[in-house]
Protein backbone atom coordinates (compact mmCIF):
# COMPACT_ATOMS: atom_id res chain seq x y z
CA UNK A 1 0.00 0.00 0.00
CA UNK A 2 1.17 3.53 -0.74
CA UNK A 3 1.94 5.54 2.08
CA UNK A 4 0.58 9.36 2.27
CA UNK A 5 1.42 11.80 4.40
CA UNK A 6 -0.99 14.70 5.08
CA UNK A 7 0.62 18.13 4.05
CA UNK A 8 -2.13 19.97 5.71
CA UNK A 9 -5.58 20.02 5.51
CA UNK A 10 -6.02 20.43 1.43
CA UNK A 11 -3.34 18.36 0.63
CA UNK A 12 -2.17 14.84 0.82
CA UNK A 13 1.02 13.62 -0.78
CA UNK A 14 2.49 10.28 -1.14
CA UNK A 15 6.26 9.12 0.44
CA UNK A 16 8.44 8.57 -2.04
CA UNK A 17 12.50 7.63 -1.75
CA UNK A 18 15.56 8.45 -3.17
CA UNK A 19 18.17 5.99 -4.34
CA UNK A 20 19.71 7.04 -1.17
CA UNK A 21 17.24 6.18 1.31
CA UNK A 22 17.27 2.65 0.20
CA UNK A 23 19.56 -0.72 1.04
CA UNK A 24 20.19 -3.67 -0.49
CA UNK A 25 20.08 -6.77 2.04
CA UNK A 26 22.35 -9.89 1.61
CA UNK A 27 20.79 -13.25 1.24
CA UNK A 28 21.29 -16.53 2.83
CA UNK A 29 23.58 -18.10 -0.23
CA UNK A 30 26.45 -16.09 -1.96
CA UNK A 31 28.51 -16.90 -5.06
CA UNK A 32 31.61 -16.14 -6.49
CA UNK A 33 31.56 -12.52 -8.31
CA UNK A 34 33.23 -13.88 -11.19
CA UNK A 35 30.29 -16.91 -11.65
CA UNK A 36 27.48 -13.65 -12.04
CA UNK A 37 26.39 -12.93 -15.64
CA UNK A 38 26.29 -9.01 -16.19
CA UNK A 39 24.33 -9.32 -20.23
CA UNK A 40 21.83 -7.15 -21.45
CA UNK A 41 19.17 -8.22 -24.41
CA UNK A 42 16.59 -5.02 -25.71
CA UNK A 43 15.20 -6.86 -29.22
CA UNK A 44 17.77 -8.90 -30.80
CA UNK A 45 20.46 -6.79 -29.46
CA UNK A 46 22.56 -8.13 -26.86
CA UNK A 47 25.66 -6.68 -24.42
CA UNK A 48 28.09 -8.01 -22.20
CA UNK A 49 27.13 -4.97 -19.35
CA UNK A 50 23.59 -3.37 -18.76
CA UNK A 51 25.02 0.12 -19.28
CA UNK A 52 23.87 3.01 -22.04
CA UNK A 53 26.18 6.08 -22.02
CA UNK A 54 23.63 8.75 -22.13
CA UNK A 55 23.37 11.37 -24.92
CA UNK A 56 24.53 14.05 -23.52
CA UNK A 57 27.16 16.15 -25.05
CA UNK A 58 29.34 15.89 -22.32
CA UNK A 59 29.66 12.41 -21.96
CA UNK A 60 28.78 11.09 -25.63
CA UNK A 61 30.65 11.76 -29.33
CA UNK A 62 30.62 9.85 -31.80
CA UNK A 63 34.82 8.09 -30.60
CA UNK A 64 33.00 7.58 -27.08
CA UNK A 65 30.01 5.47 -28.41
CA UNK A 66 31.89 3.64 -30.13
CA UNK A 67 34.28 2.76 -27.19
CA UNK A 68 31.41 1.66 -25.23
CA UNK A 69 30.06 -0.17 -27.91
CA UNK A 70 33.36 -1.79 -27.97
CA UNK A 71 33.53 -2.37 -23.76
CA UNK A 72 30.29 -4.35 -24.55
CA UNK A 73 27.75 -1.64 -23.56
CA UNK A 74 25.90 1.30 -25.84
CA UNK A 75 26.28 4.82 -26.18
CA UNK A 76 24.07 6.93 -27.43
CA UNK A 77 24.80 9.98 -29.51
CA UNK A 78 22.43 13.07 -28.95
CA UNK A 79 20.97 13.97 -32.59
CA UNK A 80 20.58 17.70 -31.17
CA UNK A 81 24.03 17.95 -29.95
CA UNK A 82 26.98 19.99 -31.12
CA UNK A 83 27.52 17.08 -33.26
CA UNK A 84 24.63 17.19 -35.35
CA UNK A 85 24.90 20.75 -35.37
CA UNK A 86 28.94 21.75 -36.59
CA UNK A 87 31.18 19.97 -38.38
CA UNK A 88 33.89 20.72 -36.31
CA UNK A 89 32.56 21.38 -32.46
CA UNK A 90 35.41 20.60 -30.71
CA UNK A 91 36.82 24.17 -29.68
CA UNK A 92 33.24 24.48 -28.74
CA UNK A 93 33.23 22.05 -26.10
CA UNK A 94 36.68 23.16 -25.29
CA UNK A 95 35.27 26.89 -24.64
CA UNK A 96 32.11 25.36 -22.68
CA UNK A 97 34.83 23.17 -20.22
CA UNK A 98 36.64 26.79 -19.87
CA UNK A 99 33.62 29.04 -19.34
CA UNK A 100 33.53 30.57 -15.92
CA UNK A 101 30.48 29.28 -13.74
CA UNK A 102 28.42 32.81 -14.03
CA UNK A 103 28.69 33.20 -17.78
CA UNK A 104 28.51 29.26 -18.73
CA UNK A 105 24.67 28.85 -19.47
CA UNK A 106 23.76 31.83 -21.46
CA UNK A 107 27.19 31.30 -24.13
CA UNK A 108 25.67 27.24 -24.07
CA UNK A 109 22.25 29.08 -25.44
CA UNK A 110 24.44 30.68 -27.67
CA UNK A 111 26.14 27.37 -29.01
CA UNK A 112 22.88 25.31 -28.78
CA UNK A 113 21.14 27.99 -31.26
CA UNK A 114 23.05 26.80 -33.73
CA UNK A 115 20.56 24.76 -36.11
CA UNK A 116 20.27 21.00 -36.40
CA UNK A 117 21.86 19.93 -39.88
CA UNK A 118 20.53 16.41 -41.10
CA UNK A 119 23.66 15.48 -43.18
CA UNK A 120 25.67 15.95 -39.78
CA UNK A 121 22.90 13.26 -38.26
CA UNK A 122 23.86 10.92 -41.12
CA UNK A 123 27.39 11.53 -41.18
CA UNK A 124 28.03 11.15 -37.25
CA UNK A 125 25.54 7.82 -37.28
CA UNK A 126 27.71 6.25 -40.46
CA UNK A 127 31.01 7.23 -38.43
CA UNK A 128 29.64 4.87 -35.32
CA UNK A 129 27.97 1.99 -38.24
CA UNK A 130 31.32 2.08 -39.71
CA UNK A 131 33.11 0.88 -36.39
CA UNK A 132 30.84 -1.99 -36.28
CA UNK A 133 29.32 -1.30 -32.97
CA UNK A 134 25.58 -1.14 -32.39
CA UNK A 135 24.13 2.08 -33.37
CA UNK A 136 21.94 4.42 -31.13
CA UNK A 137 20.63 7.80 -31.31
CA UNK A 138 18.11 9.92 -29.49
CA UNK A 139 15.58 12.80 -30.13
CA UNK A 140 13.63 14.98 -28.06
CA UNK A 141 9.98 14.34 -28.61
CA UNK A 142 9.76 17.69 -29.88
CA UNK A 143 12.31 17.09 -32.99
CA UNK A 144 11.47 13.36 -33.54
CA UNK A 145 8.64 14.16 -36.57
CA UNK A 146 10.89 16.67 -37.92
CA UNK A 147 14.03 14.15 -38.01
CA UNK A 148 13.30 10.48 -37.52
CA UNK A 149 13.27 9.51 -41.19
CA UNK A 150 16.82 10.99 -41.30
CA UNK A 151 17.68 8.96 -38.49
CA UNK A 152 15.98 5.32 -39.79
CA UNK A 153 17.16 6.05 -43.31
CA UNK A 154 20.87 6.99 -41.74
CA UNK A 155 20.98 3.32 -40.10
CA UNK A 156 20.01 3.17 -36.27
CA UNK A 157 19.64 -0.12 -34.59
CA UNK A 158 18.03 1.82 -31.85
CA UNK A 159 16.54 5.01 -31.53
CA UNK A 160 15.46 7.00 -28.34
CA UNK A 161 12.94 9.59 -27.44
CA UNK A 162 14.56 11.32 -24.50
CA UNK A 163 12.86 14.28 -23.01
CA UNK A 164 12.07 15.68 -18.90
CA UNK A 165 8.85 13.96 -19.26
CA UNK A 166 7.86 11.72 -22.15
CA UNK A 167 3.84 11.50 -22.15
CA UNK A 168 1.67 9.10 -24.35
CA UNK A 169 -0.99 11.78 -24.28
CA UNK A 170 0.54 14.72 -24.99
CA UNK A 171 -2.02 17.69 -25.76
CA UNK A 172 -1.16 20.67 -27.71
CA UNK A 173 -3.06 23.31 -29.48
CA UNK A 174 -0.38 25.10 -31.40
CA UNK A 175 0.44 21.69 -33.34
CA UNK A 176 0.05 18.46 -34.12
CA UNK A 177 1.38 16.13 -31.36
CA UNK A 178 3.88 12.90 -32.39
CA UNK A 179 1.22 9.79 -31.88
CA UNK A 180 3.90 7.54 -30.22
CA UNK A 181 1.78 4.61 -31.01
CA UNK A 182 1.62 4.61 -34.85
CA UNK A 183 5.18 6.70 -35.02
CA UNK A 184 6.40 2.76 -33.25
CA UNK A 185 4.34 0.80 -34.64
CA UNK A 186 5.59 2.44 -38.53
CA UNK A 187 9.12 1.97 -37.09
CA UNK A 188 11.65 -1.16 -38.00
CA UNK A 189 13.54 -0.48 -35.46
CA UNK A 190 13.33 -0.76 -31.36
CA UNK A 191 12.37 2.02 -29.49
CA UNK A 192 13.50 3.20 -26.14
CA UNK A 193 11.21 6.25 -24.80
CA UNK A 194 11.54 8.34 -21.72
CA UNK A 195 11.52 9.97 -19.03
CA UNK A 196 8.67 8.31 -17.03
CA UNK A 197 8.21 8.69 -13.25
CA UNK A 198 5.30 6.62 -12.04
CA UNK A 199 2.89 3.88 -12.74
CA UNK A 200 0.51 5.24 -14.60
CA UNK A 201 2.67 7.15 -17.41
CA UNK A 202 4.89 3.94 -17.69
CA UNK A 203 2.37 1.54 -18.75
CA UNK A 204 0.99 4.27 -21.25
CA UNK A 205 4.00 4.38 -22.72
CA UNK A 206 4.70 0.64 -22.71
CA UNK A 207 1.22 0.40 -24.43
CA UNK A 208 2.83 2.07 -27.28
CA UNK A 209 4.95 -0.60 -28.22
CA UNK A 210 8.19 0.58 -27.22
CA UNK A 211 10.80 -1.63 -26.73
CA UNK A 212 12.34 -0.15 -23.22
CA UNK A 213 11.37 2.91 -21.20
CA UNK A 214 13.26 5.08 -19.00
CA UNK A 215 12.67 5.82 -15.76
CA UNK A 216 13.47 9.56 -14.35
CA UNK A 217 12.13 13.27 -13.93
CA UNK A 218 15.19 15.61 -12.82
CA UNK A 219 17.21 13.56 -10.85
CA UNK A 220 20.29 13.36 -12.33
CA UNK A 221 23.70 15.44 -11.86
CA UNK A 222 22.86 18.55 -13.92
CA UNK A 223 19.42 18.95 -13.50
CA UNK A 224 17.84 22.04 -11.74
CA UNK A 225 14.24 21.21 -12.38
CA UNK A 226 12.98 20.82 -9.14
CA UNK A 227 14.47 24.27 -7.98
CA UNK A 228 13.27 25.94 -11.63
CA UNK A 229 10.00 24.13 -12.00
CA UNK A 230 8.94 22.58 -8.51
CA UNK A 231 8.83 19.26 -10.29
CA UNK A 232 11.03 15.85 -9.05
CA UNK A 233 10.66 12.45 -8.48
CA UNK A 234 12.75 10.15 -6.39
CA UNK A 235 14.08 7.54 -8.50
CA UNK A 236 13.84 4.84 -6.07
CA UNK A 237 10.03 4.90 -5.81
CA UNK A 238 9.81 5.88 -9.54
CA UNK A 239 11.51 2.99 -10.36
CA UNK A 240 9.86 0.63 -8.77
CA UNK A 241 6.68 1.77 -10.06
CA UNK A 242 7.79 1.61 -13.75
CA UNK A 243 8.70 -2.06 -12.52
CA UNK A 244 5.34 -2.70 -11.43
CA UNK A 245 3.76 -1.23 -14.82
CA UNK A 246 6.00 -3.48 -16.30
CA UNK A 247 4.59 -6.64 -14.66
CA UNK A 248 1.19 -5.68 -15.15
CA UNK A 249 1.87 -4.90 -18.67
CA UNK A 250 2.88 -8.47 -19.23
CA UNK A 251 -0.06 -9.96 -18.09
CA UNK A 252 -2.00 -7.63 -20.04
CA UNK A 253 -0.16 -8.01 -23.25
CA UNK A 254 0.34 -11.88 -22.93
CA UNK A 255 3.69 -11.71 -22.08
CA UNK A 256 5.64 -9.27 -24.08
CA UNK A 257 8.87 -7.69 -21.62
CA UNK A 258 9.63 -3.81 -22.07
CA UNK A 259 12.88 -3.05 -20.77
CA UNK A 260 12.99 -0.92 -17.72
CA UNK A 261 16.16 1.42 -17.78
CA UNK A 262 17.08 4.04 -15.22
CA UNK A 263 18.03 7.08 -15.93
CA UNK A 264 19.62 9.99 -13.61
CA UNK A 265 20.63 10.33 -9.92
CA UNK A 266 23.28 7.12 -10.25
CA UNK A 267 26.83 9.22 -9.67
CA UNK A 268 28.24 6.48 -7.72
CA UNK A 269 28.24 2.53 -8.26
CA UNK A 270 26.40 1.68 -4.94
CA UNK A 271 23.23 3.78 -5.85
CA UNK A 272 24.04 2.18 -9.63
CA UNK A 273 23.08 -1.56 -8.02
CA UNK A 274 20.43 -0.68 -6.11
CA UNK A 275 18.23 0.46 -9.87
CA UNK A 276 18.92 -2.82 -10.67
CA UNK A 277 17.71 -4.31 -7.23
CA UNK A 278 14.73 -2.43 -7.66
CA UNK A 279 13.72 -3.74 -10.69
CA UNK A 280 16.22 -1.91 -13.49
CA UNK A 281 16.88 -3.92 -16.42
CA UNK A 282 19.62 -1.65 -17.78
CA UNK A 283 20.86 2.18 -16.01
CA UNK A 284 21.28 5.29 -18.63
CA UNK A 285 24.74 6.96 -16.33
CA UNK A 286 25.50 10.51 -17.05
CA UNK A 287 27.80 11.73 -14.80
CA UNK A 288 29.95 8.96 -13.98
CA UNK A 289 30.89 8.79 -17.70
CA UNK A 290 31.70 12.68 -18.20
CA UNK A 291 34.27 11.67 -15.54
CA UNK A 292 36.69 9.57 -18.11
CA UNK A 293 39.28 11.01 -19.69
CA UNK A 294 38.01 10.38 -23.26
CA UNK A 295 34.81 12.21 -22.28
CA UNK A 296 33.92 15.10 -24.55
CA UNK A 297 33.15 17.78 -21.95
CA UNK A 298 36.71 16.93 -20.06
CA UNK A 299 35.50 17.29 -16.82
CA UNK A 300 32.60 19.51 -17.33
CA UNK A 301 29.04 17.98 -17.62
CA UNK A 302 25.91 19.42 -18.48
CA UNK A 303 22.74 18.31 -20.53
CA UNK A 304 20.04 19.13 -22.80
CA UNK A 305 18.23 21.04 -19.89
CA UNK A 306 20.81 23.79 -19.72
CA UNK A 307 20.71 24.73 -23.46
CA UNK A 308 16.74 25.87 -23.77
CA UNK A 309 16.38 29.25 -24.67
CA UNK A 310 14.29 30.79 -22.60
CA UNK A 311 14.17 28.89 -19.00
CA UNK A 312 16.96 26.66 -18.50
CA UNK A 313 16.14 23.70 -16.16
CA UNK A 314 19.98 22.58 -15.67
CA UNK A 315 23.49 23.87 -15.18
CA UNK A 316 27.26 23.23 -15.83
CA UNK A 317 28.57 21.61 -13.53
CA UNK A 318 32.54 20.30 -12.78
CA UNK A 319 32.82 16.41 -12.10
CA UNK A 320 36.24 16.19 -12.56
CA UNK A 321 38.24 13.81 -14.26
CA UNK A 322 38.89 10.27 -12.10
CA UNK A 323 39.70 7.48 -14.83
CA UNK A 324 39.61 6.44 -18.33
CA UNK A 325 36.27 5.23 -19.58
CA UNK A 326 37.14 1.21 -19.42
CA UNK A 327 38.69 1.69 -15.54
CA UNK A 328 35.55 3.50 -14.71
CA UNK A 329 33.41 0.70 -15.79
CA UNK A 330 35.47 -2.06 -15.09
CA UNK A 331 37.91 -0.82 -12.64
CA UNK A 332 40.50 -1.33 -10.61
CA UNK A 333 39.38 1.28 -8.15
CA UNK A 334 41.94 3.06 -6.15
CA UNK A 335 39.25 4.79 -3.85
CA UNK A 336 36.74 3.91 -2.12
CA UNK A 337 34.14 6.34 -3.25
CA UNK A 338 32.13 4.89 -5.71
CA UNK A 339 33.35 6.25 -8.71
CA UNK A 340 35.20 3.49 -10.62
CA UNK A 341 34.08 -0.02 -10.97
CA UNK A 342 30.93 -0.14 -11.67
CA UNK A 343 30.62 -3.25 -13.11
CA UNK A 344 32.83 -4.85 -10.15
CA UNK A 345 30.45 -2.98 -7.95
CA UNK A 346 27.27 -4.96 -9.73
CA UNK A 347 28.89 -8.37 -9.50
CA UNK A 348 29.89 -8.08 -6.00
CA UNK A 349 26.01 -7.21 -4.73
CA UNK A 350 24.70 -9.64 -7.05
CA UNK A 351 27.45 -12.68 -5.75
CA UNK A 352 26.68 -11.24 -1.77
CA UNK A 353 22.89 -11.63 -2.44
CA UNK A 354 23.34 -15.13 -4.16
CA UNK A 355 22.02 -13.81 -7.75
CA UNK A 356 23.40 -15.19 -10.67
CA UNK A 357 21.59 -12.88 -13.02
CA UNK A 358 20.45 -9.22 -13.42
CA UNK A 359 17.08 -10.34 -14.08
CA UNK A 360 16.96 -12.77 -10.77
CA UNK A 361 18.92 -10.06 -8.94
CA UNK A 362 15.54 -7.49 -9.41
CA UNK A 363 13.94 -10.09 -6.46
CA UNK A 364 16.67 -9.38 -3.91
CA UNK A 365 15.49 -7.92 -0.04
CA UNK A 366 15.80 -3.77 0.38
CA UNK A 367 15.33 -1.94 3.84
CA UNK A 368 14.37 1.38 3.50
CA UNK A 369 17.37 3.74 5.36
CA UNK A 370 16.38 7.41 5.46
CA UNK A 371 18.37 10.04 6.80
CA UNK A 372 21.79 7.96 6.01
CA UNK A 373 24.63 9.48 6.72
CA UNK A 374 28.22 7.77 5.26
Known amino acids: MSQEIEIGLGKKARLGYSLDDVAIVPS ?18 EFDIPVIAAPMDSVTSPATAIAMGRLGGLGVLDLEGLWTRYENPEPLLDEIAAL ?5 IE ?6 AEP ?3 ELITQRLHEIRDAGVTVAGALSPQRTQQFYSTVVDAGVDLFV ?9 HVSKTHEPLNLKKFIYDLDVPVIVGGAANYTAALHLMRTGAAGVLVGFGGGAVSATRTTIGVHAPMATAIADVAEARRDYMDESGGRYVQVIADGGMGESGNFVKAFALGADAVMLGAPLARATEAPGKGMHWGAEARHQTLPRGYRANVGTVAPL ?26 STGYVDVKNFQRCGMVVTPNYTH
Open 28 to 45: RRTRDPQDVSTSWQVDAY
Open 100 to 104: DWDKA
Open 107 to 112: RIQQIY
Open 116 to 118: VKP
Open 161 to 169: IRGTAVSAE
Open 326 to 351: EQILFGPSHQADGRVNFIGALRRAMA
